[in-house]
């Protein structure tokens, strides 16, 4: 049965050096770990989905305005793929390779995730990415509740937040059933 990786906003914003809300040195050396799982799964005929944060600068109505400075803004240097994943994307885009915008923490919340995943009949989600403890986190709630088996790559997600990540990988596997691989 067919398997999706989800490849987490990483992007400039969360991940280079200057970004604007950047996980820093974590984030930048998880890059060759996310290539080399994407390239396994189109190898696989898996399918591989950027859920990439998109944003209005200074939105009033996004809580996230409230919360962060502006980030991952459409259109912007912040929003582009980092590093060795923009390539990789730019070769392997297509039916199986699947970039798409969302505006909330969770990947499935107001996107057609869920559908894509359903229609293609796939059974298993990995996810990798930014931040651990917070899209990663909520996508991976979202996807326990979809009843989505679920992997998460401890090697391949990273945050800014001391001690998030071990609060985070924790979590997935004593609350939402994750295998940590």
Not at 28 to 34: L, S, T, Y
Not at 130 to 152: G, M, S
Request: aromatic content about 12%; hydrophobic content about 40%; overall charge negative.
């Amino acid at each position: 049965m067919p398997k999706a990786l989800l490849i987490i906003d990483y992007t400039n914003d969360f991940v280079a050096p200057t970004g604007a809300l950047t996980a820093g040195a974590p984030a930048q050396a998880i890059a060759p770990r996310i290539v080399e799982l994407a390239s396994q799964f189109v190898t696989a005929h898996d399918f591989v989905y950027l859920p990439t944060d998109v944003h209005t600068p200074h939105d009033p109505y996004h809580p996230e305005s409230k919360l962060f400075p502006p980030h991952n803004v459409r259109g912007s240097w912040g929003r582009e793929l980092f590093g060795p994943l923009a390539p990789w994307y730019a070769e392997h885009q297509g039916a199986n390779v699947v970039l798409f915008d969302k505006t909330r923490y969770s990947s499935f919340a107001g996107t057609p995730l869920d559908l894509w995943l359903r229609e293609r009949d796939v059974t298993e989600v990995h996810l990798v990415g930014v931040c651990t403890d917070i899209c990663v986190l909520h996508t991976a709630v979202d996807a326990y509740n979809l009843n989505y088996p679920l992997t998460i790559h401890q090697d391949a997600v990273a945050t800014f937040k001391p001690g998030g990540q071990e609060w985070a990988l924790d979590h997935f596997k004593t609350c939402l059933n994750a295998t940590i691989a």
